[in-house]
């Protein structure tokens, strides 16, 4: 390992779906950066979010707590925002490095105002600023046919996630030639819809290359009824199976653009000599349904299409190469890893584990988690809480106010059958109804009360 402390840049990509955009080469999908990345480096086969949506997922990345406990329990943006926010109490990575003698940059969104950075290049509200200069209509996109669907008449290297990795290759070189280390985190927008594509892009993927999802088709009976009251507010009365093909190949333009924007980062990295002792940590907020079980997005179904979550992390100087980690890992375990790398004290109130000990060669150690967590607690207008224990082969999603879901992964990996209600299945159902409550008790989640 290296003896000085590394710099650490992190990208977080929104509603990335693990199956196209985890660094592992897609058989029609184009992501050569990030396959790249993870050539380079360590590969996480099964990292899992925290939360199905933006802001939960984000804080707990930076906190390295689940929602519950660092209070963003749901999207806090617009008039009907959720009124919970991140506790002023609760440190964040940035402020633990920053702390411990890190420079701290930041540029992308800024979805929930994260904290202990010093120095920003490439914001959002930069990018507004700009695009009113070009005048009305810049942004106009023209729809291509299934909803969040749009052609634009602008070029790659205007659209608002090329400005956030401008700014963040300007961080870069702004922090080239200092003694200090430093952390720069980029959050990018894409590829979360709407996919707004540039010419070049979409038309990228023919629609007749997409093989649609295996659940597709669920009817959702056997599960809770509120899937079915989202899965009608998102489609209606449904889509053809022409526009769902167009809907995944425009998903997969978004997400090869997203990575083109990747590879602008790490060029910067390599022009200005600071590749060898930086940590690249690529992953996502969440993931992303993209037609499973015949849904366009997330929200409260935790289904692995909206969980499962890319992560790769490339250090030359300090990390094994071309090593793919197949234990279960989840987006809590990113504040004590990087914490880890950097030297700093992990608080004893993190619920994640550092990654660290999986970076070096070799087999991969039988340490580790043998389940991962993830919690729901409602959207922007909407109250409805959801917890989630999965294992390697089971998950269990229980619903207060629904109907508990029990999938048995290693014959149902789609999740279609619930096999909750089965009488052969009590003693599972019973083991993962006691890991969750151990963890709510670890955790103090009292949102059910005692579960």
């Known amino acids: 390992m290296a003896t ?20 592992k080469p897609h058989p029609v999908c184009r992501t050569p950066h990030v396959d790249g990345l993870a050539a380079d480096g360590v590969r996480f086969d099964n990292a899992f979010s925290s939360a199905p949506v933006c802001h939960p997922a984000r804080a707990a990345i930076q906190t390295g707590m689940l929602p519950h406990a660092n209070g963003m329990m749901g999207n806090a943006i617009g008039p009907n925002a959720y009124p919970l926010r991140l506790r002023e109490d609760v440190p964040c990575f940035a402020e633990l490095l920053a702390q411990a003698g890190y420079r701290t940059g930041y540029a992308g969104q800024r979805h929930i105002r994260e904290r202990g950075f010093t120095d920003f290049a490439g914001l959002l509200s ?117 526009d769902w093909r167009l809907f995944i190949a425009s998903y997969w333009a978004y997400v090869t653009l997203t990575d083109h924007c990747v590879g602008q980062v790490l060029a910067a990295l390599d022009r200005t000599g600071q590749r060898e002792n930086t940590v690249v940590i690529f992953t996502s ?49 990113l504040l004590p890893t990087i914490c880890e790398l950097a030297g700093v004290e992990i608080p004893d109130a993190v619920h994640g584990e550092s990654l660290v000990p999986l970076l070096g060669p070799g087999p991969e150690p039988a340490t580790g988690r043998d389940e991962t967590f993830s919690e729901y607690d409602g959207n922007i207008g909407q109250a409805y809480s959801v917890r989630m224990v999965r294992t390697r082969e089971w998950k269990y999603v229980y619903a207060p106010y629904g109907r508990d879901e029990l999938y048995h992964l290693a014959s149902d990996p789609g999740e279609c059958v619930n096999v909750a209600g089965r009488s052969e299945n009590r003693p599972v159902l019973a083991d993962m109804q006691d890991r969750m409550a151990r963890r709510m008790a670890q955790t103090n989640d009292n949102t059910f009360g005692r579960f």
């Not at 000085?4 to 660094?23: E, K």
């Not at 996919?195 to 056997?222: F, G, N």
């Open 4 to 23: 000085t402390r590394p710099n650490v840049l992190l990208l977080i990509t929104d509603s990335s779906q693990y199956q196209v955009f985890g660094g």
């Open 126 to 242: 930069d990018y507004s600023e700009w695009v009113k200069q070009q005048g009305p209509g810049f942004l106009t996109g023209r729809p291509l046919g299934p909803p969040y669907c749009q052609e634009v008449d602008y070029e790659v290297d205007e659209s608002r996630d090329a400005w956030y990795a401008q700014g963040t290759s300007e961080l870069i070189e702004r922090f080239a030639d200092q003694d200090s280390p430093w952390l720069i985190e980029c959050d990018f927008d894409s590829p979360h819809p709407p996919y707004l594509l540039p010419a070049e892009y979409a038309s990228l993927y023919a629609p007749a290359d997409v093989m649609l999802p295996a659940s597709l088709d669920d009817d959702l009976l056997d599960k809770s009824e509120v899937h079915r009251a989202c899965r009608e507010a998102q489609v209606g009365e449904g889509m053809s199976r022409d």
């Open 285 to 333: 907020d969440h993931g992303e349904l993209v037609g499973a079980h015949g849904f366009i997005t997330k929200y409260p179904q935790l289904f692995d299409e909206g969980l499962h979550i890319p992560l790769v992390l490339r250090w030359p100087e300090g990390a094994a190469r071309g090593v793919v980690r197949q234990g279960l890992t989840s987006s809590i375990d």
